[in-house]
Protein backbone atom coordinates (compact mmCIF):
# COMPACT_ATOMS: atom_id res chain seq x y z
CA UNK A 1 0.00 0.00 0.00
CA UNK A 2 1.48 3.40 -1.04
CA UNK A 3 0.52 6.64 0.45
CA UNK A 4 1.43 9.93 -0.50
CA UNK A 5 1.13 13.13 1.76
CA UNK A 6 1.94 16.43 0.15
CA UNK A 7 2.39 19.71 1.90
CA UNK A 8 3.90 23.32 1.35
CA UNK A 9 1.14 25.13 -0.24
CA UNK A 10 -0.04 28.04 0.78
CA UNK A 11 -1.43 31.79 -0.57
CA UNK A 12 1.78 34.01 -1.61
CA UNK A 13 1.50 37.08 -3.68
CA UNK A 14 2.73 37.06 -7.97
CA UNK A 15 5.92 36.80 -7.75
CA UNK A 16 6.48 35.02 -5.21
CA UNK A 17 7.78 31.21 -4.29
CA UNK A 18 6.41 27.93 -2.40
CA UNK A 19 8.01 24.20 -2.54
CA UNK A 20 5.36 21.93 -1.96
CA UNK A 21 6.59 17.96 -0.76
CA UNK A 22 5.07 15.19 -1.34
CA UNK A 23 6.14 12.42 1.27
CA UNK A 24 5.90 8.99 0.78
CA UNK A 25 5.35 5.47 2.02
CA UNK A 26 4.73 2.06 1.11
CA UNK A 27 5.69 -0.51 -1.60
CA UNK A 28 8.63 1.88 -3.46
CA UNK A 29 8.32 -0.54 -6.43
CA UNK A 30 4.94 1.35 -7.50
CA UNK A 31 6.10 4.49 -7.25
CA UNK A 32 8.86 4.35 -9.52
CA UNK A 33 7.77 7.32 -11.46
CA UNK A 34 6.29 10.42 -8.89
CA UNK A 35 4.12 13.27 -10.65
CA UNK A 36 2.69 16.39 -9.49
CA UNK A 37 -0.75 17.27 -11.04
CA UNK A 38 -2.90 20.27 -10.44
CA UNK A 39 -6.68 21.09 -11.11
CA UNK A 40 -7.81 24.55 -10.68
CA UNK A 41 -11.58 25.21 -10.28
CA UNK A 42 -13.95 24.30 -13.54
CA UNK A 43 -10.35 22.78 -15.38
CA UNK A 44 -9.69 18.70 -15.73
CA UNK A 45 -6.44 17.74 -13.68
CA UNK A 46 -3.26 18.39 -15.87
CA UNK A 47 0.29 17.27 -15.67
CA UNK A 48 2.90 19.68 -13.96
CA UNK A 49 6.08 17.40 -13.56
CA UNK A 50 7.07 13.91 -12.65
CA UNK A 51 10.88 12.56 -11.96
CA UNK A 52 11.76 8.79 -12.41
CA UNK A 53 13.02 8.21 -9.12
CA UNK A 54 15.71 5.62 -10.16
CA UNK A 55 17.70 7.85 -11.91
CA UNK A 56 15.93 11.24 -11.07
CA UNK A 57 15.86 12.25 -14.82
CA UNK A 58 13.03 14.91 -14.54
CA UNK A 59 9.87 15.78 -17.02
CA UNK A 60 8.30 19.19 -17.11
CA UNK A 61 5.35 20.39 -19.31
CA UNK A 62 6.10 23.48 -21.52
CA UNK A 63 3.96 25.91 -19.14
CA UNK A 64 6.60 25.18 -16.37
CA UNK A 65 9.83 24.63 -17.66
CA UNK A 66 12.56 27.13 -16.31
CA UNK A 67 9.92 28.15 -13.97
CA UNK A 68 9.52 24.80 -11.60
CA UNK A 69 11.53 22.05 -10.46
CA UNK A 70 10.73 18.63 -9.78
CA UNK A 71 13.62 16.69 -7.13
CA UNK A 72 13.60 14.14 -4.97
CA UNK A 73 15.10 13.16 -1.28
CA UNK A 74 15.41 9.24 -1.93
CA UNK A 75 16.72 9.34 1.94
CA UNK A 76 13.60 10.66 3.37
CA UNK A 77 11.07 9.37 0.36
CA UNK A 78 10.10 12.93 -0.76
CA UNK A 79 9.66 14.44 -3.98
CA UNK A 80 9.27 17.88 -4.50
CA UNK A 81 8.08 20.72 -6.54
CA UNK A 82 9.94 24.08 -6.51
CA UNK A 83 7.52 27.03 -7.65
CA UNK A 84 8.99 30.29 -8.62
CA UNK A 85 7.65 33.20 -9.98
CA UNK A 86 4.48 32.27 -9.32
CA UNK A 87 1.49 34.01 -11.34
CA UNK A 88 -2.55 33.76 -10.55
CA UNK A 89 -2.75 31.60 -13.36
CA UNK A 90 -0.87 28.75 -11.09
CA UNK A 91 -3.87 29.01 -8.70
CA UNK A 92 -5.46 25.48 -8.18
CA UNK A 93 -5.09 22.27 -5.91
CA UNK A 94 -2.10 20.60 -6.50
CA UNK A 95 -1.66 17.45 -6.35
CA UNK A 96 1.19 14.50 -5.82
CA UNK A 97 0.93 10.87 -7.98
CA UNK A 98 2.54 7.66 -7.48
CA UNK A 99 2.77 4.85 -10.58
CA UNK A 100 4.91 1.82 -11.23
CA UNK A 101 6.05 2.57 -14.85
CA UNK A 102 10.04 2.79 -15.23
CA UNK A 103 11.47 6.12 -17.17
CA UNK A 104 7.87 7.61 -16.58
CA UNK A 105 6.17 6.21 -19.43
CA UNK A 106 2.64 8.08 -19.94
CA UNK A 107 3.35 10.97 -17.09
CA UNK A 108 1.04 13.18 -18.62
CA UNK A 109 -2.18 10.66 -18.49
CA UNK A 110 -4.01 10.62 -14.97
CA UNK A 111 -4.75 7.49 -15.89
CA UNK A 112 -1.27 6.09 -15.67
CA UNK A 113 -1.07 6.84 -11.48
CA UNK A 114 -2.07 4.53 -9.55
CA UNK A 115 -2.14 6.46 -6.27
CA UNK A 116 -2.70 10.43 -5.21
CA UNK A 117 -2.16 11.97 -2.26
CA UNK A 118 -5.38 14.73 -1.28
CA UNK A 119 -3.81 18.08 -2.57
CA UNK A 120 -2.65 20.99 -1.20
CA UNK A 121 -4.20 23.95 -1.62
CA UNK A 122 -1.79 27.02 -4.03
CA UNK A 123 -3.25 30.35 -3.86
CA UNK A 124 -1.08 32.99 -5.47
CA UNK A 125 -2.74 36.53 -5.94
CA UNK A 126 -1.76 39.68 -8.18
Known amino acids: QVQLVESGGGSVQAGGSLRLSCAAS????????MGWFRQAPGKEREAVAA????????YYTDSVKGRFTISQDNAKNTVYLQMNRLEPGHTAMYYC???????????????????WGQGTQVTVSS
Open 97 to 115: AAMSSRQCWGWLDVRSYIV
Open 26 to 33: GDSYKRNC
Open 51 to 58: IYTGDAST
